[in-house]
């Protein structure tokens, strides 16, 4: 028997005569039911696929309480998300995971406090079965706001809510800062200056922590050597600017972020410092366009946002389905990526 087109399209009543189930068999399978044998959800399956059946989605729903579609809330400015490229590859990652499971993304930009109200609004008006949300900045009214809603949430990274019970996926930032000051240790350096992000978000404060801490074990001077930028290049180049103006001597830098590295390079360049011969430079991030493009290209903290996103896709899937699952911080590792700027 094969697909049949155009106002003939297989039925539902089809696929359950094709795998030899009861219609009502062959809806549970396709809504994955789990009272389905594992043998009768493979028989309907394999007889959709071969009729060409595709489900009804607004029908499904009725059935199911489930659109099949998710929420990437991002909590920044629409500009600065797009000119950033970490979350560039947080979109692509997080549309390329829901495709592996038959899910349709959405995505939401919270531009200022004023958006939170119509934010929590539509998500908890059943367009949507969850949300993947990254808030990370103190006094970001959303995370607070979205505990009121009766759909799942998962964030990316820590956020500064208070609330207990929360189901986050974030990245060893502290780890990843002691990685860096590790490495130009090794390498002989000694004055190690660091530009970090602001300090509202959580883990530019992990990453200067981690650089301090690290800078203590390791017997390092200059502690004091920490200009703040804004995770963008320009914000990088004129912390760099200030640090050299501070210590001409420094002779190593952490930046927080690839785009404050590049920004640092730039700056660098600009003084006259050849890296690495007289500074050395360390990232954030590992952009794949980024870190390697640069000039000399950028040895960085490898973090990759699609082991983040499978991770909280996997959370929230098994919430969407009613499992139990504890609140808890899952804390990924990250590694050092070392190019020419070391």
């Not at 007289?278 to 870190?291: E, K, N, W």
Request: overall charge neutral.
């Amino acid at each position: 028997m094969s697909a049949r087109p155009g106002p003939n399209r297989p039925t539902l009543e089809d696929v359950a005569a094709y795998a030899g189930v009861s219609r009502s068999t062959a809806s549970r399978a396709l809504n994955d039911d789990a009272y389905v044998s594992a043998p009768a959800r493979d028989a309907v399956r394999t007889a959709a696929a071969r009729l060409g059946y595709t489900t009804n989605l607004a029908a499904r729903s009725l059935v199911t309480r489930r659109t099949g579609a998710i929420a990437l809330v991002l909590s920044e400015p629409e500009a600065k998300v797009l000119d950033d490229p970490y979350f560039g590859a947080v979109i692509r990652a997080a549309y390329a995971e829901l495709s592996t499971h038959g899910g349709q993304l959405l995505v939401m930009f919270v531009d200022n406090h004023a958006d939170v109200p119509r934010v929590v609004s539509f998500l908890d008006g059943g367009h949507v079965d969850g949300a993947l949300v990254f808030a990370p900045h103190r006094g970001d009214l959303l995370p607070g706001a979205l505990g009121t809603l009766r759909i799942p949430v998962v964030f990316g990274g820590r956020t500064h809510s208070g609330r207990r019970a929360q189901h986050v996926v974030d990245f060893d930032n502290a780890a990843g800062a002691r990685l860096a000051v590790d490495h130009l240790v090794d390498q002989g350096r000694r004055r190690i200056a660091t530009v970090s992000g602001p300090a509202e978000h959580p883990a530019a404060a992990d990453r200067l922590a981690g650089w301090r801490a690290a800078m203590r074990d390791r017997g390092v001077r200059g502690r004091n050597l920490v200009e703040s930028g804004d995770f963008t290049i320009a914000g990088g180049e004129e912390a760099m600017r200030r640090l050299l103006d501070r210590a001409p001597e420094l002779d190593a830098v952490f930046a927080a972020s690839d785009p404050m590295a590049a920004g640092a390079l730039r700056a660098l360049a600009a003084a006259g410092c050849r890296v690495p011969t007289d500074v050395a430079v360390i990232g954030f991030d590992d952009h794949p366009t980024l870190a390697p493009a640069t000039t000399p290209p950028l040895t960085s903290v490898h973090q990759d946002p699609r082991e983040q996103i499978r991770a909280m896709v996997e959370i929230l899937l098994r919430l969407t389905t009613g499992q139990q699952v504890p609140g808890e911080r899952v804390v990924l590792p990250v590694s050092l990526t070392i190019r020419a700027s070391t």
